[in-house]
Protein backbone atom coordinates (compact mmCIF):
# COMPACT_ATOMS: atom_id res chain seq x y z
CA UNK A 1 0.00 0.00 0.00
CA UNK A 2 1.23 3.18 -0.71
CA UNK A 3 0.72 6.22 1.39
CA UNK A 4 0.43 9.75 -0.11
CA UNK A 5 0.60 12.99 1.55
CA UNK A 6 -0.07 16.59 -0.23
CA UNK A 7 0.62 20.07 1.03
CA UNK A 8 0.67 23.36 -0.21
CA UNK A 9 -2.79 24.41 -0.93
CA UNK A 10 -4.62 27.53 0.72
CA UNK A 11 -5.44 30.57 0.25
CA UNK A 12 -4.68 32.79 -2.96
CA UNK A 13 -5.59 36.11 -4.91
CA UNK A 14 -6.14 35.91 -8.51
CA UNK A 15 -3.47 35.88 -10.15
CA UNK A 16 -1.12 34.29 -7.70
CA UNK A 17 0.52 31.39 -7.58
CA UNK A 18 0.85 27.72 -5.17
CA UNK A 19 3.00 24.93 -5.87
CA UNK A 20 1.29 21.49 -4.46
CA UNK A 21 3.63 18.81 -3.69
CA UNK A 22 2.56 14.96 -3.28
CA UNK A 23 5.10 13.12 -1.02
CA UNK A 24 5.03 8.97 -1.65
CA UNK A 25 5.64 6.34 0.60
CA UNK A 26 7.23 3.89 -1.97
CA UNK A 27 10.69 2.85 -3.55
CA UNK A 28 9.66 2.39 -6.91
CA UNK A 29 8.51 6.09 -7.39
CA UNK A 30 9.79 6.07 -11.18
CA UNK A 31 7.35 3.29 -12.16
CA UNK A 32 4.54 4.99 -11.43
CA UNK A 33 2.44 7.40 -13.62
CA UNK A 34 1.85 10.18 -11.79
CA UNK A 35 -1.22 12.72 -11.97
CA UNK A 36 -3.26 15.79 -10.00
CA UNK A 37 -6.89 16.09 -9.92
CA UNK A 38 -9.22 18.64 -8.63
CA UNK A 39 -12.57 18.83 -7.16
CA UNK A 40 -14.72 21.81 -7.36
CA UNK A 41 -17.83 21.99 -4.88
CA UNK A 42 -21.33 20.81 -7.05
CA UNK A 43 -18.57 19.22 -9.74
CA UNK A 44 -17.06 15.93 -10.38
CA UNK A 45 -13.52 15.24 -10.19
CA UNK A 46 -11.31 16.24 -13.36
CA UNK A 47 -7.80 15.43 -14.49
CA UNK A 48 -5.51 18.74 -14.58
CA UNK A 49 -1.91 17.13 -15.34
CA UNK A 50 -0.47 13.82 -15.32
CA UNK A 51 3.16 12.92 -16.03
CA UNK A 52 5.24 9.57 -16.35
CA UNK A 53 9.27 8.92 -16.37
CA UNK A 54 9.74 9.08 -20.63
CA UNK A 55 6.70 10.12 -21.83
CA UNK A 56 4.81 13.91 -21.86
CA UNK A 57 3.75 15.38 -19.63
CA UNK A 58 -0.57 16.29 -20.29
CA UNK A 59 -2.68 18.74 -19.26
CA UNK A 60 -6.59 19.91 -19.28
CA UNK A 61 -7.15 22.79 -21.64
CA UNK A 62 -7.99 25.11 -19.21
CA UNK A 63 -4.33 25.04 -17.00
CA UNK A 64 -2.49 25.24 -19.87
CA UNK A 65 -0.11 27.74 -19.95
CA UNK A 66 -0.68 28.32 -16.36
CA UNK A 67 0.34 24.93 -14.69
CA UNK A 68 3.25 22.57 -14.62
CA UNK A 69 3.61 19.57 -13.51
CA UNK A 70 6.98 18.09 -12.57
CA UNK A 71 8.48 15.25 -10.59
CA UNK A 72 11.40 14.14 -8.17
CA UNK A 73 11.83 10.40 -8.75
CA UNK A 74 14.67 10.70 -5.83
CA UNK A 75 12.39 12.16 -3.79
CA UNK A 76 9.01 9.84 -4.48
CA UNK A 77 7.72 13.26 -5.23
CA UNK A 78 5.34 14.79 -7.71
CA UNK A 79 4.79 18.64 -7.88
CA UNK A 80 1.94 21.34 -9.27
CA UNK A 81 3.37 24.29 -9.93
CA UNK A 82 0.09 26.55 -10.08
CA UNK A 83 0.53 30.44 -11.86
CA UNK A 84 -1.82 33.31 -13.34
CA UNK A 85 -4.61 31.36 -10.90
CA UNK A 86 -8.65 32.33 -11.16
CA UNK A 87 -11.40 31.36 -8.99
CA UNK A 88 -12.25 29.08 -11.65
CA UNK A 89 -8.92 26.72 -10.21
CA UNK A 90 -10.64 26.49 -6.86
CA UNK A 91 -11.24 23.16 -5.53
CA UNK A 92 -9.55 19.95 -3.61
CA UNK A 93 -6.64 18.90 -4.95
CA UNK A 94 -5.91 15.60 -5.32
CA UNK A 95 -2.63 13.48 -6.48
CA UNK A 96 -2.88 10.13 -8.06
CA UNK A 97 -0.25 7.25 -8.59
CA UNK A 98 -1.26 4.32 -10.92
CA UNK A 99 0.93 1.28 -12.19
CA UNK A 100 -0.93 -1.25 -14.10
CA UNK A 101 -4.01 -1.95 -12.60
CA UNK A 102 -3.40 -0.53 -9.12
CA UNK A 103 -3.68 3.37 -8.08
CA UNK A 104 -3.24 5.51 -5.49
CA UNK A 105 -5.19 9.08 -3.93
CA UNK A 106 -3.71 11.43 -2.03
CA UNK A 107 -6.14 12.91 1.36
CA UNK A 108 -6.54 16.07 -0.89
CA UNK A 109 -5.48 19.86 -0.80
CA UNK A 110 -8.07 22.63 -0.96
CA UNK A 111 -7.08 25.75 -2.99
CA UNK A 112 -9.20 29.07 -3.06
CA UNK A 113 -8.63 31.36 -5.38
CA UNK A 114 -10.47 34.76 -4.48
CA UNK A 115 -10.22 38.26 -3.68
Known amino acids: QVQLVESGGGLVQPGGSLRLSCAAS????????TAWYRQAPGKQRELVAS???????TYADSVKGRFAISRDNAKSTVYLQMNSLKPDDTGVYYC?????????WGQGTQVTVSS
Open 51 to 57: TSSGSTD
Open 26 to 33: TTSFNLYI
Open 96 to 104: KLSRFTRSY
